[in-house]
């Protein structure tokens, strides 16, 4: 990724209002499973904040992500639905990854992009980001 390229220019660009979330998602690429935290979601995504050693494990060569060489994650987190928690597992592709400042507890932000949910994990995630913005 562009090193020029500002957490406000990523913001800037999103199809969807986020919803910020700070809960934790669990991440399953190849032999590695990681821990991360989900920053904010929406319909088409999520981004998630974790450590850099988690993205040396994804991305050892340290690669710019295009399309075609982007790694599939398989993550697993929880929502909130209705007052009961609903797992969600879904497959995501990496869009980005951005270092954070020196403030922030993580070191890279991850911008994740949902391609499959496993059983009714779209719907839910609908039901849970209609009921966070009906809350504004």
Known sequence: MDKSVTQEDIEEKREYP??????????HYKIHNLEAKIHDISPDGLQIRADCGSLKKINPDNEEFTEKNSPLLDVTFCLKLYEMDM?????CRISYTNPLPEAENKDVAYGLKFINFEGSGSSQLEAYITQEMSTF
């Not at 986020?18 to 991440?27: A, D, F, G, K, Q």
């Not at 797992?87 to 497959?91: S, T, Y």
């Open 87 to 91: 797992r969600i597992n879904a497959l």
């Open 18 to 27: 986020r919803i910020v979330l700070e809960s934790p998602v669990n991440i």
